[in-house]
């Protein structure tokens, strides 16, 4: 009964952290359990809330992810796909789902490698040396999300992107580099807190929605392959996407900044009171 009790503390506490946006870092599966051990609970009771805890959950979002993306490729490599490349807007909604088909997928690569690092001490040890020597995380998220940007904007040059309407190749080609910049985002992005990826939310939208006033208010057709009909049409739904993450985000991030940030200083006061 006790083991018991305590293996529902701990799944409180956890729980508690990664509500308050501060996860806890598991470390490997041995590493873990002997941390819970002294807790009160038996081996395999430690050994079981490390499986149901940890690995098993992101097991199941990697396996998501993979079935996501792939459906995405599916649909977009289809009839359904060219479908989409009638139109100026469509064919932006196009590109976009190519960018998250590539982030689903190396969301699904990153959580099968680290559920892999888990269950192995030596591949634990051996990531968290790389992590530590290779990488610096700031660079390589200025590295990441730069050259996504890049890869976007060279592909949408007016000469870049009539020749994918052309040429089977060259639109093979714009595929491949925007799976490759939807998995340079999630790169970028897994070093960023919750309250950044919000705000990151919205300074795309702000980005997409003066693209779209430039769309709007070009009086000719910047992409000659599509008429000035298409290019406003476009133009507006980039604007609307701007509306919509500034009503969704936006409260999103004044909840998660002001409201959990007071109920932490009130768990603060009251640990220190008592």
């Known amino acids: 009964m006790f083991?018991?009790?305590?293996?529902?503390?701990?799944?409180v506490v956890e729980s508690q952290r990664d509500k308050h946006g501060k996860p806890t870092k598991?470390?490997?599966a041995s590493d873990v359990v002997h941390r819970i051990v002294p807790l009160g609970l038996t081996l395999g009771e430690a050994r079981a809330w490390y499986l149901n805890r940890v690995v098993i959950p992101r097991l199941r979002w990697a396996v998501a992810a993979l079935a996501g993306g792939l459906i995405i490729l599916t649909l977009v490599l289809g009839g359904f796909g060219y479908l989409l490349e009638k139109s100026l807007a469509a064919r932006m909604f196009h590109d976009a789902l190519f960018l998250a088909a590539g982030f689903l997928l190396a969301y699904a690569a990153f959580s099968t490698v680290e559920v892999s690092s888990r269950l192995s001490d030596r591949l634990w040890s051996t990531s968290k040396s790389m992590a530590g020597s290779w990488f610096d995380a700031k660079l390589l998220r200025i590295a990441s999300f730069g050259a996504a940007a890049l890869i976007v904007a060279y592909w949408y040059i007016p000469a870049k992107l009539a020749t994918t309407a052309t040429s089977v190749g060259a639109d093979t080609r714009m595929g491949t580099a925007f799976l490759f910049a939807g998995s340079l985002i999630f790169v970028g992005s897994s070093f960023l807190t919750r309250r950044v990826k919000l705000i990151g939310l919205v300074v795309l939208g702000k980005v997409l929605g003066l693209y779209g006033m430039f769309l709007i208010l070009t009086p000719w057709a910047v992409y000659p392959t599509y008429s000035l009909y298409d290019q406003i049409?476009?133009?507006?739904a980039l604007l609307f996407l701007m509306l919509i993450l500034?009503?969704?985000v936006m409260p999103l991030w004044l909840y998660n900044y002001f409201v959990k940030s007071?109920?932490?200083?009130?768990?603060v006061q009251s640990t220190t009171v008592a």
């Open 26 to 28: 598991h470390g490997s």
């Open 262 to 267: 007071s109920g932490n200083r009130v768990t």
């Open 233 to 236: 049409y476009a133009g507006s």
């Open 3 to 11: 083991a018991r009790f305590q293996l529902l503390a701990l799944n």
């Open 246 to 248: 500034d009503f969704t």
